[in-house]
């Protein structure tokens, strides 16, 4: 499977190539490349069947124990058929959509990648190799929701998805880490198996929060659910790939996968029915709400998706089961409306439901697929979508008020089915919408597939699909014997019954879908306060707030950064000493001050009162004259504490620094004194405190200092081994050498550096 | 006869006195620094006065240590002190003149004016009024005064 | 002298300190110079003060006798110094670069060109 | 600062600073002193001179070498007779001074880079004996014999003339520059 | 070849062929070719001072062969030698781009010796074994770059540099005040020896260690940029040509880093009781500020040079948490920031060298001009931002998980948080550089440079090299992983390395 | 304490009181040539100062200190004067 | 002139080397190091008998001349002494333009610092035309400038020409 992974990310990686070398039949290898991948997941069929799982084990970061391991069972193999098969519809499909665009290389180079991406997410057993790919279809849903980057909208919507499934990301791979280190384990098949651990670890609870917070802001459930509706920027194929059919059932498929695992304690089970309830009812109502096609399209998906976690939250058996043929079922119907989406606003120009009307004259190819799909979303025998629904119904009889939730969607759906599958097909409109005469081949062909698949499906839903989908509902609920029994028809149960109610209250919303609009329009304020408003709001919010934060922080003043540093370095040595508290013995000191010599005192008064000059003096002259003042008198310490090589090179160096003065500053202008006026105060006290300290250090070490060893080996060996008796001078040229190679290369830096700080003037010649 | 003089005591004796007389002289310039009245006379006093006096100080050292390496090196000193200590003096004292730093009253600046005019260095020939319109300048400019010579 | 001296250091230290937060140039390089000023003679008194002998073998000996100066912070501290003149030197030349530039030594208006532009 | 006084002294001064500064150098193994301070003061010389004369004239006096041979090709080229005229043309002697025949020169500048270079490579280099006999970098190789002010020479005497050169060339190549602004 | 050799050689190659350079002064064209000669050697150099690494983990030589704590150590483990092939590489790929990114004045006026003796100090920082030998590398890595920042001296680049060198200039003050206390109180300068004293528990000194650890953390910590003392960092970082601003930015903050990492597990670790969580906190707040401050920009490389200060947040986050997974993790997080953040200037640079602005708000329509530089600059943020499988991501991960593992629960949220708004400016940038048309207003004001293709290719190829380098950190992340581990090894369990520089006798 | 040390430690006390009084020359100027002499005279008493610290501590290797100053010290007054001279003009 | 300095240089030199060369026997006092310097220097002069004997007859002269100096040294040293010491001043200062006889560019600088040596004189500046030396002194006698002028070109100016002739 990692040759499938690998093969995927090839044909990602050469499209844009054979995009150029092939122009438009571009297509035709990467249609085959999912096919072959479709190929190869069948192949691994009759095994999973069995009810082993295929597993295979690649090395990658061992260290970190993040390998690539995969594993095929039901649940992976469901998905990745599902993936490679509507892969290569999509690829189909896209050839045609997006016929004749210059992008399309690239267009196929990010779907391909999400492909595999997504294969690799389901077949993934290691925990991090699945965040891994989760991550990158996330970036590859970045890059192709802005497939269209020259619109705003495209590259606002691509971001907004971006960020929020990111933050998701982030929050997964925290919940992922505290999972294994609770479970001490990298796999979900190990995880599995320390469940018991995984429950009672105080992590438990902090990792669920963290991996439902990565699943829902993937699966688009409600807050989080804002993001999607905005992906519709995309091109259509990417709304009906990514946006319904697969990438956001990532979330379900890791809750899917998880479930086994984390399900049991209450707090799995009610924030996953709460989360998936309200978005379920949420995404319903707000479909409904809107005229565009494809954002009906996309507000459903988020209904269904509710309903999916909804199921997963119910957590028994009967709701996996539902939840895994609804989840079939809804990828095959809303697939194939997308792409007829995508077909009609291919030949019309516009995706308004206003404008839309008749238009099975001349799409009657599409026209057929769509009814055909809303036959099944609305849950009508003998379609998959029935029986998804039926199960849905029986999943939910339990509890009311989840009934109500299914029975609100259901509705809903079936509206919204009457008005993809009738309305704008079928029913006739006052006017008559403008379609672009020639019909393609390519944009009907794969909802077509679609559509008839998810009315064969329905149809053999009992023999065919059984085994796998069995396979998978055994791995959700991790029971290898539980037996999936399906079929169309129950019988007369109190479900059947509810499916029929729910046909007709549809129909009935479907009708009175004009006099609802009119009213809906008092709910528009409400959008402002949404979650779409506040991402917007604080996004806004953090933009401004970071800016005039870091103007506040950063303002462009020196003094205010060393002042920052001053105060985190007094602040902290102050706190070291104030905990530390080392005493100085100050009964020594003073006896120590009767040693001090006049003239010692003499030269240390002068510098000090140089100092003070130096602070009011005005003349840039006289301040250098008092800089070398105090120069000459550090010197002169060097030299009455026994460091004549010091001194002479301070005298040197004053003089030299005294020379450069002058070279360099005769053209300044005069000199402005600039009072610092308040803020004097607290400079001055800063640099008090500073001084302080730093005499404190000073008297501190003298105090503690210890006897050197240096020093005595250096006395002994200077002259007989280093061949000097100038200690010092032995120490810069032999022993420690390499210091003062560093100390001659700095020379040469700054000489270098002043030569062309002087010389090199971008006016004169070369650019900036 | 002959041991009874104890050269080591004579040579610190005289060594002594060398110094002494070196400080002496450092000790009347720096005063002369401070009392004297105008630039030309202070500078005037002070140059020879440190440089004699380091000289004296200096053979007071080479005495003492009696040593030809100590005596070279203090031969060297006061030989480079005699020769920068002129050239420094002069090459201030022609700077403050082009700068018309004023001279003290009474000086007499006769076969000077001559000189002075030719450089254009007429004006504030007045130690008084120099400072005056110094202190004039500052006052107008504020803050901005910046080197006053 | 242990006791007094550093006392002068740390006076260095803040007048160093004081005069880097000025938003005059010329002060700051002023300040720079008294801050590596201060930090070489920190060097110098905490690595601990030897009246009279300095750390140079006589004639006589072929090994130094007591009382000789620590070597050690002496050659650290020519390494220092000598380091701390090449950043001098060109921290002055920048500020003259600086000046010819933008026509002005406050540290405020350089910002506020720049910032402009 | 066109005074005759302060650049005549600075004119007689100058080879004094000189040899005080090698001086310096090489007693500084032993003594006070050393090639940074020897190489300070050489340049302090050099910085006086331009001060004095301009740094022009600096580089004119004491960075151009004229370097002095024979036009066309001499029968006794290779006769002592010529590498003894060519040497005293080349050092204390005019070149007009030493034969009658056409003395032809070449002007060398001694550009201060150059000398920073050198010196770094000096004192580099200096570590290297000690690889080549198989110890580490740096390993000090001595001369047997002592030479009078000099002291003994080794590797550590070389790496020392490479600081001298190189704090001479440095602060020459930033005086120089700065005088030119 | 002897390790005497294989570790002064580092520091030789850079100065020697600064050297030549030197020699060639002026003459642009051999100065280049002098220089990428050393480079190459440098890069070879490195290599074989990893091999040997790896085979004996401590090397060390004794420069002046006088015994250990007396003379000057140099000594390589594995985080040396990871250091110093990263800055050989980059070294490279700079020199690479720079024969095309970079005006020929500059170059003239001693590009090329800089930067090699930049890298010289690089070097030195990376071997050296010796306290004050490190501070004398530092100041010759600082004075490079003050003389790299300032050359050419533009307005912007003049103001940044002032700031830049006041503040490293009181940094260098304190860190020389550090190693005087340092040796004051333990008479010794060898950090192995050092490290032996401070492990003693009896040593009357050792009380006072923590003070002196205050100024090499204000010190150092100025360097590598951590919290409140990254001012100076996004001041000038931005303002240099990217040629220069490319090899600084990826590499001397992390040198800084480096030398933290180093001292604070050699040294430091008498007061971890109160050094970690201080280290903590300032983590988080390096890393949340520099990513705000990114946040704010409208600028492509004042961008960069915010996340350079965030970055430098989760390799502080390693040390705070100090354990081996959490110190590997810091390892991982500096050697590939080096390669993305180099990277991700020279890719500012050549989008710069065409359209001739930095300005998000001018900049526009590469996706569609130039898809192999957007392809580039793709997957170098994306790996800056952690996306995983990119390098970003594995640093990220270790550091998350050994946060996670030692309880620093609010420290792994606050990097979580932040590694999402660096995906957030990352992809800002992509957005307004990348997708967003060209503004029409600019279109008619700035012209667009002419493209010559072999000189665009020449661009690319440093920026090809590094991203490959990246892409293999990231998809094969198993060798730096094991290196990183290694190398936390190394620093955690100090015998091998106190036992090879100390017992390493003369050589007679 | 012999005569000798009695003069030096006399001769020190007296070298800081010129130090002093240099040092008042220099703080009340009152003109720029002013201070710089104050300085010229202020390197001599340094260069006195650190000869009698020779003789002090008998350790001649401070002469040499001493030589390099009365060498150079006046490149500082020097120096001054051209400042002053480029100013000006 | 030349020459004799570089006599002299060598000389020191030479005394210096013999010094530091170990195993030295003689005494290190100052008394024998001026002996020693003598005997350099008389060989010198030996040697330069036979091509450049001009040069050393100006020995004795050079001898003369630093003794003058010493004198005119210490003698206007005590003067301005006495001067700083008591309460009043006896000050005239006075600027006098000195004509020059030197020409060369050393004898002008020698004779200004040997001026500017001198307690009591300064030299201001030299005319463009190199012919007035500009002085500043402290003490003119009665007013009478002249006499000071002949002093001077008697003391200094004629002394220097001599040796530099
Ligand atoms: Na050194
Ligand atoms: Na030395």
Redesign the interface.
């Given at each position: 499977m990692l040759y499938a992974i690998l093969f995927g990310l090839l044909m990602a990686a050469v499209a844009?190539l054979l995009h150029r070398l092939l122009g438009r039949w571009v297509a035709v290898p990467m249609v085959l490349a999912p096919l072959l991948l479709l190929g190869l997941y069948f192949s691994f069929m009759p095994e999973v069947l069995q009810g082993h799982a295929v597993v295979q084990r690649h090395?990658?970061?061992?260290?970190?124990d993040?390998n690539l391991q995969f594993r095929l069972d039901g649940l992976s193999l469901l998905f990745a058929l599902l993936i490679s098969f509507f892969g290569a519809l999509v690829m189909f499909y896209a050839s045609g959509y997006l016929e004749g665009d210059p992008?399309l290389g690239?267009f196929y180079l990010f779907l391909t990648l999400f492909m595999t991406s997504m294969l690799g997410l389901v077949t993934s057993d290691n925990i991090?190799g699945l965040?891994?790919f989760w991550?990158?279809t996330s970036?590859s849903s970045?890059l192709l929701i802005?497939y269209k980057?020259?619109e705003k909208e495209a590259?606002v919507a691509?971001?907004q998805a971006?960020?929020v499934t990111?933050?998701g990301g982030?929050?997964l791979?925290?919940g992922l880490?505290?999972l294994?280190?609770a479970g001490d384990s990298y796999t979900f098949s190990g995880l599995l198996e320390r469940r018991p651990e995984v429950l009672e670890h105080p992590f438990y609870l902090?990792a669920v929060v963290l991996v439902l917070l990565g699943c829902f802001t993937k699966s688009a459930q409600f807050p989080f659910h804002f993001w999607l509706p905005n992906a519709m920027a995309a091109p259509t194929p990417v709304s009906a790939y990514l946006h319904s059919a697969t990438m956001v059932k990532a979330g379900i498929y890791l809750l899917a996968r998880l479930s086994p695992v984390l399900s049991g304690p209450d707090v799995w089970h009610v924030s996953l029915m709460t989360a998936g309830g309200i978005t379920a009812v949420l995404g319903a109502v707000l479909a409904l709400q809107h005229t565009d096609l494809k954002a009906i399209l996309a507000y459903t998906t988020i209904s269904a998706l509710g309903l999916l976690v909804t199921m997963l939250g119910i957590g028994t058996d009967e709701a996996m089961k539902a939840m895994l043929v609804f989840l079939l079922a809804h990828a095959l119907y809303k697939g194939t409306l997308f792409l007829v989406a995508g077909g009609i606003d291919h030949r019309t120009g516009t995706r308004d439901l206003n404008r839309l009307f008749s238009l099975g004259k001349h799409m009657r190819y599409s026209g057929t697929a769509a009814t055909l799909a809303a036959l099944s979303m609305a849950g009508v025998i003998p379609f998959l979508g029935f029986v998804g629904k039926e199960l849905l119904y029986e999943a939910s009889l339990e509890n009311y008020l989840l009934l109500g939730i299914c029975l609100v969607t259901g509705v809903a759906f079936v509206a919204v089915a009457l008005i993809m599958g009738y309305r704008i097909f079928w029913h006739k409109g006052e006017e008559k919408t403008q379609v672009h005469p020639h019909a393609h081949f390519r944009l009907y062909f794969p909802p077509l597939v679609l559509a008839f698949g998810g009315l064969l499906l329905g149809l053999l839903v009992n023999s065919q699909a059984l085994p796998l989908l069995q396979q998978g509902v055994r791995t959700i609920t991790a029971d290898p014997s539980l037996e999936l029994k399906l079929s169309l028809w129950h019988g007369f149960t109190p479900v059947l019954g509810l499916s029929i109610l729910t046909l007709l209250l549809g129909l009935a919303l479907y009708l009175a879908l004009p006099w609802l609009g009119q009213r809906a329009a008092v709910l528009q304020p409400l959008y402002r306060v949404g979650p779409d408003a506040a991402y917007h709001k604080l996004f806004e919010l953090?933009?401004h707030g970071?800016?005039s934060?870091?103007?506040w922080?950063?303002d462009?003043h020196?003094r205010?950064?060393?002042m920052?540093?001053m105060?985190?370095?007094c602040g902290?040595?102050l706190f070291?000493?104030w905990?530390?508290t080392?005493g100085i013995d100050f009964n020594d000191r003073i006896y120590q001050l009767q040693e001090v010599r006049l003239y010692e005192l003499v030269v240390l008064f002068l510098v000090i009162s140089a100092l003070v000059y130096l602070l009011g003096t005005r003349s840039r002259l006289t301040s250098i004259v008092v800089m070398g003042l105090i120069g000459y008198s550090s010197a002169l310490f060097y030299i009455l504490f026994g460091a004549p090589d010091v001194a002479a090179t301070q005298f040197l160096i004053e003089t030299l620094t005294v020379v450069i003065f002058v070279l360099l500053l005769h053209k300044l202008p005069a000199f402005i004194y600039l009072s610092h006026q308040f803020m004097k105060y607290k400079f001055i006290a800063i640099s008090v405190v500073f001084g302080a300290l730093?005499t404190y250090?000073m008297l501190?070490?003298?105090q503690?200092?210890?006897?050197?060893?240096?020093k005595e080996?250096?006395g002994k060996v200077s002259y007989l081994e280093a061949h000097g008796r100038n200690i010092v001078n032995v120490i810069l040229v032999?022993?420690?050498?390499?210091?003062t190679?560093?100390?001659i290369?700095?020379l040469?830096?700054?000489a270098?550096?002043i030569?062309?700080?002087l010389?090199?003037?971008?006016e004169k010649?070369?650019?900036? | 006869m002959e041991q009874s003089i104890d050269w080591v005591l004579v040579k610190e004796v005289i060594s002594c006195f060398f110094i002494l007389a070196g400080v002496v002289f450092m000790l009347i310039a720096s005063i002369g620094l401070l009392r004297f009245p105008d630039f030309y006379i202070r500078m005037s006093a002070i140059t020879k006065g440190s440089t004699l006096g380091l000289g004296l100080i200096l053979l007071g050292m080479a005495i003492y240590f009696n040593q030809p390496g100590v005596l070279l090196k203090v031969l060297a000193i006061i030989g480079f002190t005699s020769i920068t200590a002129p050239v420094a003096a002069h090459v201030i004292g022609r700077t403050a003149v082009q700068n018309r730093i004023p001279f003290w009253e009474k000086t007499d600046l006769e076969e000077f004016r001559a000189y002075l005019v030719k450089a254009h260095l007429e004006q504030h020939i007045s130690h008084d009024k120099y400072l005056e319109e110094k202190a004039k300048k500052e006052k107008e400019m504020g803050d901005a005064a910046g080197d006053t010579v | 002298m242990e006791t007094l001296l550093p006392l002068m250091v740390g006076t260095l230290f803040a007048a160093g300190l004081y005069f880097?937060l000025h938003r005059h140039?010329f002060k700051?390089i002023l300040g720079?110079i008294l801050?590596?000023l201060?930090?070489?003679l920190?060097?110098f008194v905490?690595?601990?003060l030897t009246r009279g002998g300095s750390a140079i073998i006589n004639e006589e000996q072929t090994v130094a006798v007591e009382p000789y100066a620590d070597p050690?912070?002496q050659a650290?501290l020519l390494?220092?110094i000598v380091?701390g003149f090449?950043?001098q030197a060109?921290?002055i030349v920048?500020?003259r670069?600086?000046y010819m530039?933008?026509k002005s030594n406050n540290?405020d208006e350089?910002?506020k060109?720049?910032e402009a532009? | 600062m066109r005074t005759i006084i302060f650049a005549t002294a600075i004119r007689y001064l100058t080879p004094l600073f000189l040899l005080f500064s090698v001086y310096i150098l090489f007693r500084g193994h032993n003594h006070p002193g050393g090639g940074f301070i020897g190489g300070l003061i050489g340049s302090i010389a050099f910085v006086f001179h331009a001060l004095a004369h301009g740094s022009d004239h600096t580089v004119n006096t004491y960075f151009r070498l004229k370097l002095y041979s024979q036009e066309g090709k001499q029968p006794e080229h290779a006769s002592p007779q010529y590498m003894w005229d060519l040497v005293r043309a080349n050092t204390w002697k005019r070149a007009e001074e030493v034969t009658p025949v056409n003395w032809r020169y070449y002007i060398v500048r001694v550009?201060p880079?150059?000398m920073?270079?050198l010196g770094?490579?000096l004192a580099?280099i200096s570590?290297v004996p000690?690889?080549l006999q198989?110890?580490?970098?740096?390993?000090?190789s001595w001369l047997e014999l002592e030479i009078p002010i000099i002291g003994t020479l080794g590797t550590p005497t070389l790496f020392d003339a490479g600081v001298y050169l190189l704090v001479l060339g440095m602060v020459l190549k930033m005086v120089f520059t700065m005088s030119k602004e | 070849m002897?390790s005497?050799?294989l570790?002064?050689l580092p520091?030789?190659i850079p100065?020697?062929g600064a050297?030549l350079c030197?020699?060639f002064?002026q003459r642009e064209q051999w100065m280049a070719v002098m220089a990428g000669l050393a480079q190459v050697a440098w890069l070879l150099c490195a290599f074989m001072l990893m091999r040997r690494v790896l085979a004996l983990e401590v090397i060390a030589?004794?420069?002046?062969?006088?015994p250990a704590?007396?003379?000057?150590t140099?000594a390589a483990d594995v985080f040396s030698a990871m250091m110093l092939t990263s800055a050989a590489i980059i070294g490279l790929a700079v020199y690479l781009f720079s024969l095309q990114g970079l005006?020929?004045?500059?170059r003239r006026?001693?590009y090329y010796?800089?930067m090699l003796?930049l890298q010289?100090?690089v070097a030195?920082v990376c071997l050296?074994g010796?306290l004050?030998?490190l501070?004398?590398?530092f100041?010759?890595l600082?004075?490079?770059c003050?003389?790299l920042l300032?050359?050419?001296?533009?307005?912007?680049q003049?103001?940044g540099?002032?700031?830049y060198?006041?503040?490293n200039?009181?940094a260098?003050?304190?860190l020389?005040?550090g190693?005087?206390?340092t040796?004051?109180?333990?008479?010794?300068?060898n950090l192995a020896e050092l490290a032996l004293l401070v492990r003693q528990p009896e040593h009357?000194?050792l009380?006072?260690l923590?003070?002196a650890s205050?100024f090499f953390?204000?010190g150092f910590g100025?360097k590598a940029a951590i919290f409140?003392?990254f001012?100076?960092l996004?001041?000038s970082y931005h303002t240099p040509?990217v040629a220069i601003s490319s090899f600084i930015a990826g590499l001397i903050t992390k040198t800084g880093m480096y030398t933290l990492i180093r001292l604070f597990t050699l040294l430091f670790v008498s007061d971890q009781g109160?050094m970690l969580p201080?280290l903590a906190i300032l983590s988080g707040f390096t890393m949340l500020?520099g990513v705000?401050?990114a946040?704010?920009?409208t600028d492509f490389k004042k961008i960069l040079s915010f996340h350079i200060i965030s970055q430098i947040g989760y390799m502080l986050m390693g040390l705070a948490i100090y354990t081996p997974l959490a110190i590997a993790g810091s390892i991982f997080f500096i050697i590939h920031n080096i390669f993305v953040k180099t990277n991700l200037f020279l890719i500012s640079g050549v989008v710069a060298q065409r359209y001739r602005t930095f300005s998000l708000k001018k900049l526009g329509g590469v996706?569609?001009l130039q898809?192999v530089l957007s392809v580039l600059f793709l997957l170098t943020a994306?790996s800056l931002a952690g996306?995983?499988?990119l390098s970003g991501?594995?640093g990220?991960?270790?550091l998350?998980?050994a946060g996670?593992?030692a309880g620093n629960?609010t420290l792994?949220?606050v990097s979580?948080?932040v590694?999402?708004i660096t995906?957030?400016s990352m992809?800002?940038i992509w957005?307004e550089v990348?997708?967003?048309?060209r503004p029409v207003a600019v279109k008619k004001d700035i012209a667009m440079a002419p493209i010559n293709p072999l000189r665009l290719w020449q661009l690319y190829l440093p920026i090809v090299l590094l991203l490959a380098f990246i892409l293999f950190t990231g998809l094969y992340?198993?060798p730096l992983?094991?290196l990183s581990?290694r190398a936390a090894n190394g620093l955690l369990h100090i015998g091998t390395y106190t036992d090879t520089v100390l017992s390493n006798n003369r050589?007679k | 304490m012999s005569i000798f040390q009695i003069t030096l430690i006399i001769a020190m006390v007296m070298l800081s009181i010129c130090l002093l009084l240099t040092a008042i020359r220099f703080a009340i100027g009152p003109t720029l040539p002013d201070r710089v002499t104050a300085f010229d005279l202020f390197v001599a008493n340094v260069i006195g100062i650190i000869v009698i610290y020779t003789e002090l501590t008998h350790n001649e290797d401070f002469i040499d200190v001493a030589m390099i100053l009365s060498l150079f010290g006046f490149l500082g007054s020097i120096s001054f004067a051209f400042y002053i001279m480029r100013i000006t003009k | 002139m030349k020459l004799l300095l570089l006599h002299i240089m060598l000389a020191a030199a030479v005394v210096y080397t013999y010094f530091q060369f170990p195993g030295a026997r003689v005494p290190y006092t100052a008394l024998s190091t001026t002996l020693l310097f003598a005997a350099v220097f008389l060989l010198f002069w030996l040697g330069s008998y036979f091509y450049r004997r001009s040069y050393f007859r100006k020995v004795p002269k050079l001898a003369y001349f630093i003794a003058f100096f010493l004198k005119e040294l210490l003698v206007a040293n005590l003067k301005i002494a006495y001067d700083i010491i008591t309460p009043n001043y006896r000050l005239q200062p006075t600027v006098f333009a000195l004509p020059l006889k030197a020409s060369t560019d050393l004898e002008i600088t020698l004779l200004a610092n040997l001026i500017g040596l001198t307690p009591g004189t300064i030299s201001l500046d030299v005319s463009d035309d190199r012919s007035t030396l500009y002085v500043h002194t402290l003490y003119l006698r009665h007013g009478d400038v002249e006499q000071l002028k002949l002093h001077i070109k008697n003391g200094f100016e004629r002394r220097i020409l001599e040796l530099t002739a």
């Open positions: 844009p090395t990658w970061v061992p260290e970190l993040i992008l690239r991090f965040f891994v991550e990158l970036i970045y802005g980057q020259a590259r691509a971001w971006l960020l990111g933050l982030l929050a791979m925290a880490i505290l294994s280190v902090p953090f933009l970071s800016k934060f870091i103007l922080l950063q462009g020196l205010s950064y060393v920052y540093i105060f985190f370095f902290l040595l070291i000493l905990r530390d080392p730093m250090v501190l070490v003298q503690q200092a210890i006897p050197s060893q240096l080996y250096y032999d022993f420690r050498g390499l210091d190679l560093g100390e290369t700095v040469a830096v700054a270098l550096g030569f062309s700080l010389r090199l003037n971008p010649g070369g650019k900036p | - | 880097i140039l700051v720079l801050f590596g201060a930090t070489n920190f060097l905490i690595g601990g050690v912070p650290l390494t220092a380091i090449g950043i060109f921290s920048l500020i670069r600086v530039t933008f540290l350089l910002q060109e720049n532009q | 550009r880079a150059y920073m270079a770094l490579f580099s570590g000690g690889l198989g110890k580490p970098y740096m390993t000090a | 002897p005497d050799l570790l002064v520091l030789l100065l020697y050297l030197l020699a002064w030589t004794q420069v002046g062969n006088w704590p007396y003379g000057i140099l005006d020929v004045t500059r006026f001693g010796p800089l003796l010289m100090g030195g050296t010796d004050f030998n501070y004398v590398w100041e010759v600082l004075i490079c003050f003389a300032s050359l050419g001296g533009g307005k912007g003049l103001e540099a002032i700031k060198v006041t503040i200039f009181l260098s003050g304190l020389l005040s190693v005087g206390i040796y004051s109180l333990f008479g010794s300068l009357p000194n009380p006072l923590s003070m205050v953390l204000v100025i409140p003392l001012f100076w996004p001041a040509p109160f201080l500020i705000i401050g946040a704010a920009q996706y569609l898809p994306l996306t995983p499988p991501f594995w990220k991960l270790m998350a998980r996670l593992e629960y792994v949220a979580l948080c590694s999402l995906l957030f992809t800002k957005n990348f997708w967003k048309p992340a198993r992983v094991r581990e050589a | - | -």
